[in-house]
Structures are given as structure tokens and as C-alpha cells.
């Protein structure tokens, strides 16, 4: 996302831009959980040589042309999947998919990484933003 906002290169979606961010840090060595179940990955994991397969596979070669070919396709791209808007619309569509006991166990996850003066600046925030809707 920071790159995107630096003007580096674009992104097509939010969703593009975070999955761009996730997969840099990965290569970085940060510990990002995997992604989510896909259709594919069940019928992946009913043949066990094609597990074995994958778990061989210690990392892919870059190309040099495909490197550059995806380089340029994402220069062309807007950089609007990165603004403040983009990322709050995201955020709320994706809260939208979810259950209510997950919105709150993800709502009380960041509570306790918020600290005392962070729920104050939160409250604030939410009041502000309520007494601004009002009006």
C-alpha cells in the first residue's frame, strides 16, 4: 500500500493492493498467516502425490520477462485502490461477510492491542464522526 500511495506502481483493486502487500511481506520473512481455503485446495489435498508435489517445491524461479511484464501492467494502474476511502470501503465490505461473534472477537482482538490511550482516541474519533453525522 505504501508503495502504491509513493507512486511506485498501482493496483486495480484494494483487494490487489493488500494481497500485493501481503505477498512482499512474506519475501520479507514476516510471519503472515496463509490464505483462506479456496476451492481448489480440497482437491488438492484428497491426492497425496500432489501434496507431496507441492511440498517439494521449495521456491519458484523469477523470470525476467514475466517480472517485467507484471512490473509495467501495474505501473499502468490507478492508484486510487490505496486511498483512506478505498481501504475503509474494503474493511466495512469485508466486516459485512462476517458473523457477528467474529465482528466481535475482531473488535475485542483489537481492544486489547489498542491500549488506554488508543480506546480514548477511538471514542473520540466515534463520537466526533456521530455528532458529525447528525448534523
Known amino acids: 500500500i505504501e508503495h502504491i500511495r509513493e ?36 482437491r488438492a489435498s484428497t491426492s497425496p502425490k500432489k ?12 523470470y525476467a520477462k514475466r517480472s517485467r511484464a507484471v512490473t509495467r501492467a501495474l505501473k499502468r494502474e490507478s492508484h486510487a485502490a490505496a486511498t483512506p476511502k478505498a481501504l475503509s470501503a474494503h474493511a466495512k465490505k469485508a466486516a459485512r461477510n462476517r458473523t457477528a461473534s467474529e465482528r466481535s472477537a475482531s473488535a475485542r482482538k ?9 480506546r480514548a482516541a477511538a471514542a473520540r474519533k466515534a463520537a466526533q464522526t456521530r455528532k458529525r453525522r447528525l448534523r
Open 110 to 118: 483489537a481492544v486489547k492491542t489498542k491500549g488506554a490511550k488508543g
Open 7 to 42: 507512486g511506485k506502481h498501482g493496483a486495480r483493486s484494494t483487494e490487489q493492493a493488500i494481497a500485493i502487500g501481503l505477498s512482499l511481506a512474506r519475501k520479507a520473512g514476516i510471519a503472515v498467516p496463509a490464505q483462506g481455503k479456496r476451492a481448489s485446495s480440497k
Open 51 to 62: 501434496a507431496a508435489r507441492a511440498a517439494s517445491k521449495t521456491g519458484k524461479a523469477t
